[in-house]
Structures are given as C-alpha cells and as structure tokens.
C-alpha cells in the first residue's frame, strides 16, 4: 500500500486561514468602533486590514484548491476524526490530590503535546491515514510509542467499515497508519 503523507501544516492550512481570518476581521471591526481615548489604538488599522486581506485570500485560495481536488468533502469529514485523535493522545494536566490545583506539564510532556497538535486523520473515500508527528526527544518517544498502542485498539471499533494492516510504521518524521474500506 502507497504512503501517502501530507505535511501537517499544509493539512492544517485552511483551518489556520479560517481562525485568522475571523480574528483579523474582528479586530478590524473592534478598531473601527473606538473612540475617546480608546482612539489612539486606530494606528493598527491598516495592519488588521492587511491581515483580513492577506488571510481572505488565503482562505479562498484553499477552499479552491480543495474544490479542484475534489477532497472538499474528505477534509471536512477528517475534521471530527482529527479531534478525535488530539483529544486521545494529548496529555491532560493532572489535578493534585492535596492543593486541588492543576499540576504543570514536564518539559518532555510539553514536547509531546507540540508534537500531537500536528498530527492528523485523513479520512477519504476508500483510505484512512493517521499521521502522527514523532517527537525530537527519546523519553518523548517512549510516551508516544506507548500511547500509540491503545490508539490503535480505540481506532479498529471507531472506525469498524476500514480494516487495518500492521501496527504504525515510521516514515521520516511520522508515525503512519493506514486503513482501506472494506
């Protein structure tokens, strides 16, 4: 079975496009509306007006991309299943039991999140790919190594009309698994 890996940023390219363009347009919106002493911010005007620009086109260059590749639909349909994969393999912050406060994430555990947020599924008409991006460090590694494992267990009754070959395989910088529909 063919690779087929997409680099992550370029997977998370419209949905970045979109974000920043509703924020652009927002505080483009809100800097028009000050006045009184409030007025001074005015200044950033013509920078939040490029930035609604600049990212418009964006957003429009990518839905026409993806119209003209026809995976429009697949994209949208990957969008659960990759927050699906987030939400599995991101590691949470842990309450204490004796403050009741959050505990901060370690170095390494911070190192393993950055690494999950570009991670993806890329859900098509006859194929399922996850991509998950492997982290620089090895005690990172083993945290993804071990999670990986009940992924795949959680993956095969989510997605129970794709049958699954192997375990994940290292490609580059990736860890890839792919599904094809029964």
Known sequence: MKKKIINPFIMLLPAIFTLTL???????????????????FKVFLPLARIATVVSGIGFVACLVIL????CLKAYIK???????????????????????????????????NSCIFYSYIALEEKTLTVVVTVPRGGEAQEILTKRLVT????????FSSYSFDGEFE?????????GSRN
Do not use: C
């Not at 509703?22 to 001074?40: D, K, N, R």
């Not at 119209?67 to 026809?70: L, N």
């Not at 992924?151 to 989510?158: A, F, G």
């Open 67 to 70: 119209i003209v590749k026809r």
């Open 22 to 40: 509703v924020a652009s347009s927002l505080i483009w919106f809100f800097l028009s509306q000050l006045t009184g002493p409030l007025a001074i």
């Open 151 to 158: 992924l795949r267990k959680d993956l095969i009754p989510r």
């Open 78 to 112: 990957s969008i659960t299943p990759t927050v699906y994969l987030h939400e599995n393999l991101k590691i949470h912050t842990r309450v204490s039991d004796y403050k009741n406060g959050e505990q901060p994430l370690s170095s390494i555990e911070r190192e393993y």
């Open 170 to 178: 290292q490609v580059g910088n990736f860890m890839i698994l792919q």
